[in-house]
Nanobody, 121 residues
Framework: QVQLVESGGGLVQPGGSLRLSCAAS????????MGWYRQTPGKQRELVAG???????PYADSVKGRFTISRDNAKNTVYLQMNSLKPEDTAPYYC???????????????WGKGTLVTVSS
């Protein structure tokens, strides 16, 4: 089994910054993708930022230049540095990894429970 523990959400004023963290634990053999999604009311869950094992880092257009994703492979942890936050960034943020566990030949999607980011004055 794989567990994801997210932290770092909270209330911040417009223009402020937050850093989200997501640590994966369990019988992980390898991780091919780590990323962050968010979901606002009435919209589908969208990819905010991702990091592939090949070094690709896709970002949503709305966050380019403001958010930065990074990962620590030794700790199976992914971070999302969010700067210049706007009210429209308000949402629960979900950590996602695509990983293979020991004894398995398949890569599986795993999700965190979400951490709430609120941008408001």
């Amino acid at each position: 089994q794989v567990q994801l523990v997210e932290s770092g959400g909270g209330l911040v004023q417009p223009g402020g910054s937050l850093r989200l963290s997501c640590a994966a634990s369990g019988s992980i053999f390898s991780i091919t993708f780590m990323g962050w999604y968010r979901q606002t009311p009435g919209k589908q869950r969208e990819l905010v930022a991702g990091s592939t094992s090949g070094g690709t880092t896709p970002y949503a257009d709305s966050v380019k230049g403001r958010f930065t994703i990074s990962r620590d492979n030794a700790k199976n942890t992914v971070y999302l540095q969010m700067n210049s936050l706007k009210p429209e960034d308000t949402a629960p943020y979900y950590c996602n990894i695509v990983a293979r566990t020991f004894g398995s030949s398949n890569y599986v999607n795993y999700w965190g429970k979400g951490t709430l980011v609120t941008v408001s004055s």
